[in-house]
């Protein structure tokens, strides 16, 4: 997927769509991305005028999930992860499970935190 530079706010109008806003009038914050968001084909409207993610819209928010729980155990071995994420980091070697609990990052883990790091400035 392309390095795309979303917005806070456009984050947050495709984790509405996700949980289920129906059409870009219902909230603000959908109305005042929706355009732009199917333009990068992140969401697409149905016949009838609903708003769903595309296939990239749920990678990209999926993918945010993940950078996010990298984020909340390098701070916190015991934060609160997702399964879904859980099982994906783990599989991919980027955490290990604690003997005392939690999860802590890999080498790649902390590797990728940093590229992610240093892709943001």
Do not use: W
């Amino acid at each position: 997927m392309k390095n795309l530079k979303l917005t806070g706010d456009e984050y947050d109008a495709l984790e509405f769509i996700r949980r289920g806003a129906k059409t870009d009038r219902v909230n603000a914050c959908v109305g005042r991305n929706a355009k732009r968001l199917s333009g990068l084909k992140l969401i697409q409207y149905a016949k009838n005028g609903n708003l769903a993610l595309t296939p990239q819209g749920t990678e990209l928010l999926f993918l945010r999930r993940c950078v996010q729980a990298l984020r909340a155990l390098e701070a916190d071995p015991a934060a609160n992860v997702d399964d879904d994420v859980v099982q994906f980091l783990s599989r991919k070697s980027h955490i290990a499970a604690r003997a005392e609990g939690g999860f802590e990052l890999t080498a790649r883990g902390r590797e990728s935190l940093a590229d992610i790091a240093s892709q943001q400035n």
